[in-house]
Each structure stands twice: as structure tokens, then as C-alpha cells.
């Protein structure tokens, strides 16, 4: 079946600007995971919604950044005012549910360039 | 608080020898533990994962791995290295708050 996709898969911004990066996880999956990987902080945590719950927002590294789940479904990671620090790798995971256990599985990446 | 550390950013191996990837862990609880692996531009895909019941786990692609409580260790092994396994390599942890903390990743090149 389909694997998690995002668009899109390579994104140049200016400084200031903001970015929409999408994600659109397995379908049946009910919790959606945000990552970010660059070359100085390595893979990191972001941002994690569970159903209709309130999602966990604890990874974002300031206030520009914003995420929003429609339906259950479709994620947008939304970053304001880029600066040359948020150029990275932004990786989208959904799994099943919401176990320790639970396999997260990953989509290809957007990969962002803040110039 | 959990964390992974990856001993060795880098591994270089001759086709058909072994690899070994060491990942050591640290956790307050007992932890749930996943290999993935990275091509080129291309996301994460799991190797494997223990999720406390077999202490030896295999994965896809011949690997496997063995989790060592005493030595806090889940090291990642396999018999004899294909070029195809050229990647990158991360060890992930998975603590009550369902996140998954990563190591720096390991980079494996495969010498002909």
C-alpha cells in the first residue's frame, strides 16, 4: 500500500519568508510524528498529534514554528520568518497508534533551504 | 530521559565481512529499541525492533540484533556486508512519552 508522502521534496526560501511543508500519513494511522534532521542537531523530535487530542508540542524550536492536522489526516508543518538555521530535512511519520512499540514510519523528507 | 549513543560516526567493511553498528542506551524504563536505516535522499525505513520479548531480534535484509540489558547495548549485526548496504544507519529509542529519541547515525561504506 501507499507509505507516508511529502510534499514538497525540495523547498529554497529566502530569509523571512515562510514555508508550508505537507504530509500525508498512512491511511489508518492515527498519530502523526514531525522530525527534523540537519547536520549540527541530528535527528529531532518536533511535533506529535494523536486523533483529535491536543498535540504535543514540545519538540518545536520557537514560536515561528506551527503544525496543524485536518480530519484526522493531512499534517501541515508551517515555519514563519525562515532563518538560515531552519535549513534542514523535515521528516513525517505516522504509525497505528500511539504504543512505545509502534512502528513509525517514515516519508521521504522535505527537504528545506533557507538561503 | 531516554538517549541512544552510536559509537563510531563512521564504519568501512569489505564486501562479505561482518558489520557491526554499537548502539548503547540509556533508559528509566524498560526501553523499546529500533534500528532504521537511511539510503540517499530517501526517509528512514526500520531494520528492526525489540519490544521486550525475544533478547535477539532479526530484521529485514539479514540484520539483526541482540538486546543486553546488563550491558545496556543493542548492537546491529550482519554476517556479511552487500554493497547495497551502504547507508546510514540510526539506533532509536522509545521512552513512556511514545517519542523517538535518535542517535547520531552511522554511516557504512561498503569496500568491493
Known amino acids: 500500500g501507499a507509505g507516508v508522502s511529502q510534499s514538497p521534496s525540495n523547498k529554497v526560501t529566502e530569509k523571512g519568508k515562510d514555508v508550508e511543508l505537507r504530509c500525508d500519513p498512512i491511511?489508518?494511522?492515527?498519530?502523526l510524528y514531525w522530525y527534523r534532521q540537519s547536520l549540527g542537531q541530528g535527528l529531532e523530535f518536533l511535533i506529535y498529534?494523536?486523533?483529535?487530542?491536543?498535540?504535543?508540542k514540545s519538540g518545536l524550536p520557537s514560536d515561528r514554528f506551527s503544525a496543524e492536522r485536518t480530519g484526522g489526516s493531512v499534517s501541515t508543518l508551517t515555519i514563519q520568518r525562515t532563518q538560515q538555521e531552519d535549513s534542514a530535512v523535515y521528516l513525517c511519520?505516522?504509525?497505528?497508534?500511539?504504543?512505545?512499540?509502534?512502528?513509525?514510519?517514515f516519508g521521504p523528507g522535505t527537504r528545506l533551504t533557507v538561503l | 530521559a531516554q538517549s541512544v549513543t552510536q559509537l563510531g560516526s563512521h564504519v568501512s567493511v569489505s564486501e562479505g565481512a561482518l558489520v557491526l553498528l554499537r548502539c548503547n542506551y540509556s533508559?528509566?524504563?524498560?526501553?523499546?529499541l529500533f534500528w532504521y536505516v537511511q539510503y540517499p535522499n530517501q526517509g528512514l525505513q526500520l531494520l528492526l525492533k525489540?519490544?521486550?520479548?525475544?533478547?535477539l531480534v532479526k530484521g529485514i535484509n539479514g540484520f539483526e540484533a541482540e538486546f543486553k540489558k546488563s550491558e545496556t547495548s543493542f548492537h546491529l549485526t550482519k554476517p556479511s556486508a552487500h554493497m547495497s548496504d551502504a547507508a546510514e544507519y540510526f539506533c532509536?529509542?522509545?521512552?513512556?512519552?511514545?517519542?523517538?529519541?535518535f542517535g547520531a547515525g552511522t554511516t557504512v561504506t561498503v569496500r568491493a
Open positions: 491511511s489508518g494511522h492515527t498519530a
Open positions: 511519520a505516522s504509525s497505528v497508534d500511539r504504543g512505545k512499540a509502534d512502528t513509525q514510519y
Open positions: 525489540y519490544t521486550s520479548a525475544a533478547t
Open positions: 498529534f494523536q486523533g483529535n487530542s491536543a498535540p504535543d
Open positions: 532509536a529509542v522509545s521512552g513512556p512519552d511514545y517519542k523517538l529519541s
Open positions: 533508559s528509566s524504563v524498560p526501553p523499546y
